[in-house]
């Protein structure tokens, strides 16, 4: 019984008068201070990109209020980032849960009561995420065997994205998007003594990290 009324209410929202299935792919630029600087200065010794480049993917469903204005889209979001230096490899990536509410910047038609081309969004998004973050080194200079640091971790977000959405057809949209994610004290588990091998402990293991985004999105409009 549980199961078929978990099914109606499942066929229910799927088929709901106004509602919009998405796909979003996103390049990211990251910055993380405190982990930046201890590669720095004692991995690569010079001023360098630290796990600044990544992807991003987001699956959402849209639930699409008062015409089209207001709009609650949860969506499971995804991204990958890793950074290369010689035998020295490290890689950040996350799985988590955004609550994203997005609020229209105008009107859905103009005052002459024509559809506007195009119309954009500003979209609040609070999260919480899955942060896994490896380091791999070797173990020693003379030794080609690599030791493998790992570090996992429960963290909070909260983001803010502006978007154009075009409607291309009564089923589909695209939505060119910029925005940042923003993840306060996150920390990764005795990174500084790892990494400086012993010389200091802690002192960079916890970072505010930030990225931005730039990516599209496509939506399937459900009527």
Request: charged letters at 15%; proline letters at 4%; hydrophobic letters at 45%.
């Amino acid at each position: 019984m549980k199961h078929y009324l978990l099914l109606c209410f499942t066929c229910a929202v799927l088929t709901q008068a106004d509602a919009q299935f998405g796909i979003t792919a996103a390049s990211t630029q990251s910055h993380s201070t405190e982990w930046q600087v201890v590669t720095e200065n004692f991995v690569v010794y010079r001023r360098a990109d630290f796990l600044r480049y990544g992807t991003t993917a987001v699956i959402d469903y849209a639930f699409i209020l008062k015409n089209g204005s207001i709009r609650l889209r949860p969506a499971l979001q995804l991204m990958l980032a890793n950074s290369i230096y010689r035998k020295h490899y490290f890689q950040a990536s996350t799985v988590g849960l955004e609550g994203n509410f997005e609020f229209a910047l105008s009107a859905a038609k103009n005052k002459a009561g024509k559809k506007m081309p195009l119309r954009p969004f500003l979209q609040l998004s609070p999260g919480i995420s899955m942060v896994s973050l490896r380091y791999e080194h070797p173990k020693d200079d003379l030794n080609d065997v690599l030791a493998v640091n790992k570090s996992r971790s429960i963290a909070p977000n909260f983001g803010a994205n502006l978007f154009f959405e075009v409607k291309l057809s009564p089923l589909l949209t695209v939505a060119p998007m910029a925005g940042m994610r923003f993840y306060p004290h996150l920390n990764w588990k005795d990174f500084t003594a790892i990494v400086t091998k012993g010389t200091m402990n802690h002192t960079y293991d916890q970072t505010n990290w930030m990225q931005y985004h730039f990516g599209l999105r496509v939506g399937l409009n459900f009527k």
